[in-house]
């Protein structure tokens, strides 16, 4: 069965500094993967995906396959970066059948402090 | 576009009822999934529906159910609670593979 691992259950960051937010992942077979977020007082939603390789809010995540890591990071955290950010993993359909079924890690609370 | 509903806020319970929630998508999203959120398991995948199929299903016991309607707004049902199902219980409805638009959840409680 698939497994996303988030080692870090809190971590905290000045303003300016780098963060990264470590995601583990255990599937035998072809995952997708994603960063969801919830802010203070706001519904959880997507940050990323790693199909898009994308940057959003100063965000990034590379799949590395060979680790089976999608570790989140950012060169310059932000005050309000501050929030929960959940790993998840899709299994990879060929056949596309499945649209809502991820798995999740345990979240990482980030603070960044001014 | 308005996005994901859940009614109803929040519910409290007793052991041995049972509880209906509900779940309006975004316009056009035909896919609605269902989580529940606990502090010491996370969030869990109970099922998915599509166009009113269930597509799949979590390792839930059979006392959760769900439906998806015609309009694509969805109910799930927990009979017989227990303490529990104590949980907030999120919907999430989606157009694209993986990426969910989630609800504010329903919070429930079961005394």
């Known amino acids: 069965a698939q497994r996303v691992t988030q080692p870090e259950k809190l971590l905290s960051v000045f303003k300016g500094a780098p963060v990264e937010l470590k995601c583990n992942y255990s599937?035998?077979?072809?995952?997708?993967l994603f960063w969801y977020v919830q802010y203070s007082r706001q519904r959880l939603q997507l940050l990323l995906r790693?199909?898009s390789r994308e940057s959003i809010k100063g965000f990034t995540a590379d799949l590395n396959k060979g680790e089976t890591s999608f570790h989140l990071k950012k060169p310059f955290a932000q005050e309000e970066d501050s929030a929960m950010y959940y790993c998840?993993?899709?299994?990879?359909?060929?056949?596309?059948?499945?649209?809502?079924?991820?798995?999740f890690g345990q979240g990482t609370i980030l603070t960044v402090h001014p | 576009k308005a996005g994901v509903t859940q009614t109803p806020r929040y519910l409290i319970k007793t052991r041995g009822q049972q509880v209906t929630l509900s779940c309006s998508p975004i316009?056009?999203?035909?896919?609605v999934s269902w989580y529940q959120q606990t502090p010491g398991q996370g969030l869990q995948f109970l099922f998915e529906?599509?166009?009113?199929?269930?597509?799949n299903k979590g390792n839930f016991p059979g006392r959760f159910s769900g439906r998806q309607f015609s309009n694509s707004r969805s109910e799930m049902n927990v009979s017989t609670l227990e303490l529990g199902d104590s949980a907030l219980y999120l919907c999430?409805?989606?157009?694209?593979?993986?990426?969910?638009?989630f609800g504010s959840g329903t919070q429930l409680s079961v005394l």
């Open positions: 529906y599509f166009s009113e199929t269930q597509r």
């Open positions: 998840a993993l899709r299994e990879f359909n060929a056949g596309g059948t499945s649209y809502g079924k991820l798995t």
């Open positions: 599937y035998s077979g072809s995952p997708e």
């Open positions: 999430a409805s989606s157009l694209a593979a993986g990426k969910l638009f």
């Open positions: 316009s056009g999203h035909r896919s």
């Open positions: 790693h199909i």
